[in-house]
Every structure is written in structure tokens, then in C-alpha cells.
């Protein structure tokens, strides 16, 4: 919230005075009433700008302003996808949760995952739920198994790659927006279940111009760096 200063008159019961916003306007208030009222036009308003605000490093993803609603899914319900050799399962967007989270479940072969890239517009997390996953976040190497959470800051380059069989694990970004970079790599999954041959990887020019929309740099290829 931008700051405010607040000044009241002496010995008035109720209250009157001014208050004046960061563009040095004064709004006059009479009673505690009317202090309500002008402290919560100003909430107001920083929350239209929040809104509005255009995010770091490219394409708006995020403008929804429509209260959320519960949202209930089976384990197999969800927008479900072929990403990256991976099936991805959306169970939060940003139209479902007023731009504050995404939520995508994967179930990941051996090997696949991420090229090595940084987030500017969202923090990213992980919880491992079977399986084992290594991160690379920040020079850090992280083994992960099931049971185990993992967080990235955006600005903070990391990758990750599957180390067992298979794995499933939730993939959450905050504020949302992440998920519509995944649709336009995506392919709608034609059944449960991870693709059953390869498909081929994404031409990567493209990919980093893509990202490039979403706010995320692709800083390096797959793989865990040495």
C-alpha cells in the first residue's frame, strides 16, 4: 500500500481532519465514518493498480477479478497435457484462483525435466509424492524424494531432472500465469499417463522466445549443470 499521512484535528469528538495520498492530494474527513470511507477508496485503488500492473519481463497473465470459487478434483480430474515428454496435469489456474496460484501435478519417466532456466514473474515450488527428483537451485544440488519439498525464488536460476523410474510430484508457481506457458508447448493428452514414445523436443530459439513472453529467461539445456 502507498503511504499516508494522517492528520486530525484537537479536541474534536468525532474526529475531523485530512488525509493526504502519495500524489499529495488531501482528502477532508468528518467523523470516524468518513475516515472509513476515505482510507478504504485508497485501499481500493492500490488494489485496481495492483491488478493492472503489467508483470517483469513480458506477456500479462494474470487479470482475473472475479471472486474463486472451491474447487474439488478426483485424483484423475484435470486439464490434462503432454509437456515435455511428461503428462501435466492442471488442477489451479489463474482463472480459478483470481491470479494467486497455479497448481499442475506431474508424472515424469526417468530423466526428464527441465531445462535450466529463471522465473521473473513467479516463485515456483515442488512436493515430491513418489519417486525422486534432483534440483539444481542456485549452485545448490538437492535430492528429493517422495515426501519432500523444494522451493525456488523467481530471479533464482534452477533445473531439475528425474532420477528414479518415475516420478509424480506437484509443481505450484505463485501468482499464477505459468501454467498458460505450459499450454502453448502442450499437446492435449489422447489418454492417461506419460506419451508413450518421445515426442521431439521443441525447436529451442522458439522456446526461449516463448518463455522469453512469460517472463522466464532459458539460460541453459536440460540436465543437472556439473
Same mark, same amino acid.
Given at each position: 500500500?502507498?503511504?499516508?499521512?494522517?492528520?486530525?484535528?484537537?479536541?474534536?469528538?468525532?474526529?475531523?481532519?485530512?488525509?493526504?495520498?502519495? +500524489?499529495?492530494?488531501?482528502?477532508? $474527513?468528518?467523523?470516524?465514518?468518513?475516515?472509513?470511507?476515505?482510507? %478504504?477508496?485508497?485501499?481500493?485503488?492500490?488494489?485496481?493498480?495492483?491488478?493492472?500492473?503489467?508483470?517483469?519481463?513480458?506477456?500479462?497473465?494474470?487479470?482475473?477479478?472475479?471472486?474463486?470459487?472451491?474447487?474439488?478434483?478426483?485424483?484423475?480430474?484435470?486439464?490434462?497435457?503432454?509437456?515435455?515428454?511428461?503428462?501435466?496435469?492442471?488442477?489451479?489456474? @489463474? %482463472?480459478?484462483?483470481?491470479?494467486?496460484?497455479?497448481?499442475?501435478?506431474?508424472? @515424469?519417466?526417468?530423466?526428464?525435466?527441465?531445462?535450466?532456466?529463471?522465473?521473473?514473474?513467479?516463485?515456483?515450488?515442488?512436493?515430491?509424492?513418489?519417486?525422486?527428483?534432483?534440483?539444481?537451485?542456485? !549452485?545448490?544440488?538437492?535430492?528429493?524424494?517422495?515426501?519432500?519439498?523444494?522451493?525456488?525464488?523467481?530471479?533464482?536460476?534452477?533445473? $531439475?531432472?528425474?532420477?528414479? +523410474?518415475?516420478?509424480?510430484?506437484?509443481?505450484?508457481?505463485?501468482?499464477?500465469? $505459468?501454467?498458460? $506457458?505450459?499450454?502453448?508447448?502442450?499437446?492435449?493428452?489422447?489418454?492417461?499417463?506419460?506419451?508413450?514414445?518421445?515426442?521431439?523436443?521443441?525447436?529451442?530459439?522458439?522456446?526461449?522466445?516463448? @518463455?522469453?513472453?512469460?517472463?522466464?529467461?532459458?539460460?541453459?539445456?536440460? !540436465?543437472?549443470? @556439473?
Amino acid at each position: 500500500m502507498s503511504t499516508l499521512l494522517l492528520h486530525v484535528e484537537r479536541d474534536t469528538d468525532p474526529p475531523t481532519g485530512w488525509v493526504r495520498d502519495a +500524489d499529495g492530494i488531501q482528502h477532508g $474527513f468528518a467523523g470516524w465514518l468518513g475516515l472509513m470511507r476515505v482510507l %478504504e477508496d485508497h485501499t481500493r485503488s492500490d488494489r485496481e493498480d495492483a491488478a493492472h500492473a503489467k508483470p517483469k519481463g513480458g506477456r500479462m497473465t494474470t487479470t482475473p477479478t472475479t471472486p474463486t470459487a472451491p474447487i474439488a478434483l478426483q485424483p484423475d480430474e484435470g486439464e490434462a497435457l503432454w509437456f515435455l515428454g511428461v503428462l501435466a496435469t492442471i488442477k489451479a489456474t @489463474a %482463472e480459478s484462483t483470481n491470479g494467486r496460484v497455479a497448481v499442475i501435478e506431474h508424472l @515424469a519417466p526417468r530423466g526428464s525435466g527441465s531445462p535450466l532456466h529463471v522465473h521473473h514473474n513467479e516463485d515456483e515450488w515442488f512436493y515430491v509424492t513418489e519417486g525422486e527428483l534432483t534440483f539444481w537451485v542456485g !549452485g545448490r544440488t538437492i535430492v528429493a524424494g517422495a515426501g519432500s519439498f523444494v522451493y525456488g525464488p523467481r530471479d533464482i536460476p534452477h533445473t $531439475f531432472a528425474v532420477s528414479s +523410474d518415475q516420478a509424480r510430484f506437484l509443481l505450484v508457481t505463485e501468482p499464477a500465469g $505459468f501454467e498458460n $506457458f505450459m499450454r502453448a508447448l502442450a499437446v492435449p493428452a489422447e489418454r492417461p499417463g506419460i506419451p508413450l514414445a518421445p515426442t521431439a523436443p521443441p525447436d529451442m530459439e522458439e522456446m526461449q522466445r516463448l @518463455a522469453a513472453e512469460y517472463g522466464i529467461e532459458i539460460l541453459g539445456p536440460p !540436465g543437472i549443470p @556439473a
